[in-house]
């Protein structure tokens, strides 16, 4: 009986809760590398690892829901990842002309 | 088995992999070019689930522009190489960090397999394979709803684009602003450096003369020229 479900469930396609749990993974990842990276080019990259996973997670549901504004919501949270990315590393150039280097943990002149 | 899961399946453990690489390459060079594996697995994941339009912007986007800008940021600022600090760390990493980390997967995880149930309301009609076939085509589909339903937002989205280019122009700009001159370094940074330069010559010296191997003449002279060449490098860096 086991054998045939899991037959079926192969015939059928990974479901949508597969595609939420490789989200959920990619998404932890990029929160931990966030975490333990002191390289604020590489904190970025994980930024949009973790932008990657939810649009995943929303192709998924958007699916699942027969809705295609999903996808819509994908194309603007692209949108809104690339004006980040572009300001953001404008940041990092600023930073890095007046100072030796870009180590998030040293930049903690504005703290109190 | 199905062809779909032998792509989630494939692709999944490749992005799953190279996010991995990502976060704990020591070099940010190779973490660009794991992400930009991992985006593009992402987007086969994309055409997995007929989200055409989607595979073909990620691509487009992520990594024809995005990791090229990345790249472009990495070795115009020179931090093409691993900080020891951060590979210390990288082989450390703090407990607290590694046990939130896997708490919150955990509890994803567990949410995802046990608590989650769809929502029971009417499900949307736009998506469905047949009004995308009636409309055309995924694109068609797309477009059909984001020049109607979305358009207000996506008119929005080019301000936002727009303020994003003012704000990038006006931080990375050269010429006198509160950021400083050029795209090279500031003065003080030039002069951090060498003194930096500076100390790690002195403390070889200092190694030397513990070991009473070399005349305090020959080194000095040796340290008075490597002083004037770093003031040379750093005088045409300016």
């Given at each position: 009986m086991i054998v045939a479900a899991v037959g079926d469930a192969l015939k059928a396609g990974p479901s949508d809760n597969a595609y939420l749990v490789l989200a959920t993974l990619i998404f932890a990842i990029g929160g931990v590398g966030f975490l333990i990276r002191k390289n604020a080019l590489v904190m970025f990259m994980c930024i949009e690892l973790m932008l990657n996973a939810v649009n995943l997670a929303l192709v998924a549901f958007g699916r699942k829901l027969t809705d295609i504004d999903g996808q819509i919501l994908v194309f603007f949270v692209l949108v809104v990842a690339a004006a980040e990315v572009m300001v953001g590393l404008a940041i990092l150039v600023a930073i890095f002309r007046r100072r030796a280097e870009a180590n998030a943990d040293d930049l903690d002149s504005m703290s109190g | 088995m199905s062809a779909e899961w032998i792509l989630y399946i494939v692709f999944g453990a490749l992005a799953l992999g190279c996010a991995f690489g990502v976060v704990f390459a020591p070099n940010p060079v190779h973490s660009a070019l794991y992400l930009v594996a991992t985006l593009l697995s992402i987007a086969i994941l994309f055409l997995a689930q007929s989200a055409y339009f989607l595979s073909a912007v990620q691509i487009i986007?992520?990594?024809?522009?995005i990791v090229v800008l990345f790249l472009f940021v990495i070795m115009l600022l020179g931090i093409d190489s691993p900080d020891p600090d951060e590979v210390d760390r990288l082989r450390n990493p703090g407990t607290v960090v590694v046990v939130a980390g896997v708490v919150v997967v955990f509890f994803l995880l567990v949410q995802l397999a046990v608590g989650f149930s769809w929502p029971a309301g009417v499900p949307g009609t736009t998506g469905s394979a047949e009004a995308q076939a009636a409309a055309g085509g995924n694109v068609q589909a797309i477009s059909e709803v984001l020049f109607t339903k979305f358009l207000l937002p996506f008119e929005v989205t080019s301000f936002l684009l727009i303020a994003g280019v003012i704000g990038a122009v006006v931080l990375a700009r050269r010429g006198r602003g509160v950021f400083g001159a050029g795209i090279g370094r500031s003065r003080e940074v030039v002069e951090e450096l060498r003194r930096r330069s500076e100390s790690a010559a002195g403390a070889e010296e200092a190694a030397e003369v513990a070991a009473g191997a070399a005349a305090d003449a020959a080194a000095a002279d040796a340290d008075a020229a490597a002083a004037e060449s770093v003031g040379a490098v750093s005088e045409e860096e300016r």
């Open positions: - | 986007v992520y990594t024809g522009a």
